[in-house]
Nanobody, 124 residues
Framework: QAQLTESGGGLVQAGGSLKLSCTVS????????MAWFRQPPGKEREFAAG????????YYADSVKGRFTISRDNAKKEMFLQMNNLKPDDTATYYC?????????????????WGQGTQVTVSS
C-alpha cells in the first residue's frame, strides 16, 4: 500500500477557495488511479474527483464540476484539489485515495490506500 498524507483543509466562507494537497510515498505512480473522496457530517463517503496519474485524465462528480480542479505533480508525487466557489454543502472531511490498478471510478472499494483526511468547513 501507498502512504498518503493530505493537507490544506480549513475554515472558509462561502464563495471562497481552498487547495488540498496529497503527498504519496511508497509507490511508483505511473499505473495508479488517484481520487479525492469526501464525507460530510452524518453522511456516507462520496467521490469528488479523480485522476489517472499517467495520462492526467480527470473525472468529477456532478456536484463539484466546474468548481473543483484535480491535478498532480509527478516530480513531487503530489496530487491537488483546487476548490473554488465553495458552498456550505462542501463541508466534509476530504480523503485522498489510490487504486493500484490505475483506473478511476466513484466506488471507494477499489482504492486500497487512504490518507487520514483533512477537514474542510465552509461557513455561510
Amino acid at each position: 500500500q501507498a502512504q498518503l498524507t493530505e493537507s490544506g483543509g480549513g475554515l472558509v466562507q462561502a464563495g471562497g477557495s481552498l487547495k488540498l494537497s496529497c503527498t504519496v510515498s511508497g509507490w511508483m505512480l505511473d499505473t495508479v488511479g488517484m481520487a479525492w473522496f469526501r464525507q460530510p457530517p452524518g453522511k456516507e463517503r462520496e467521490f469528488a474527483a479523480g485522476i489517472r496519474w499517467k495520462s492526467g485524465e480527470t473525472y468529477y462528480a456532478d456536484s463539484v464540476k466546474g468548481r473543483f480542479t484535480i491535478s498532480r505533480d509527478n516530480a513531487k508525487k503530489e496530487m491537488f484539489l483546487q476548490m473554488n466557489n465553495l458552498k456550505p454543502d462542501d463541508t466534509a472531511t476530504y480523503y485522498c485515495a489510490a487504486n493500484p490498478r490505475g483506473y478511476v471510478i466513484s466506488g471507494d472499494y477499489v482504492y486500497n490506500s487512504w490518507g487520514q483526511g483533512t477537514q474542510v468547513t465552509v461557513s455561510s
